[in-house]
Nanobody, 126 residues
Framework: QVQLAESGGGWVEPGGSLTLSCAASGRSFIRNTVGWFRQPPGKEREFVAAISWNAAKTQYKESVKGRFTISRDNSKNTVTLQMGSLEPEDSAVYYC???????????????????WGQGTQVTVSS
């Protein structure tokens, strides 16, 4: 069993930046694909970014490419989502999720993720 905990959410003005962290406990992140998803109010949870266990592959939602960067430090059991040039449309509860995965597994399919964190709120407004 892997327990995940997100941190780093908050309020930021449009154009600002935030860095989210996902920390794993219980079992190591090693050999686990990790993804970030978000759920805006009243909408479905959607894919944001994912990274394979050895960082060989990353994948991003089209609208965040060039603005968000996902990275990981397996020695610290953490995955980070750096978010820049934030827009009001980025406001949502952000979740990290993990699943056992291969070297090039960075799937965007939320149905395939086994473990989920509780989420952290990101609000972008002026």
């Amino acid at each position: 069993q892997v327990q995940l905990a997100e941190s780093g959410g908050g309020w930021v003005e449009p154009g600002g930046s935030l860095t989210l962290s996902c920390a794993a406990s219980g079992r190591s992140f090693i050999r686990n694909t990790v993804g970030w998803f978000r759920q805006p109010p009243g909408k479905e949870r959607e894919f944001v970014a994912a990274i394979s266990w050895n960082a060989a592959k990353t994948q991003y939602k089209e609208s965040v490419k060039g603005r968000f960067t996902i990275s990981r430090d397996n020695s610290k059991n953490t995955v980070t989502l750096q978010m820049g040039s934030l827009e009001p449309e980025d406001s949502a509860v952000y979740y990290c999720a993990s699943r056992p995965g291969g070297v090039y597994d960075a799937t965007s399919d939320k149905r395939l993720y086994s473990y989920w964190g509780q989420g952290t709120q990101v609000t972008v407004s002026s």
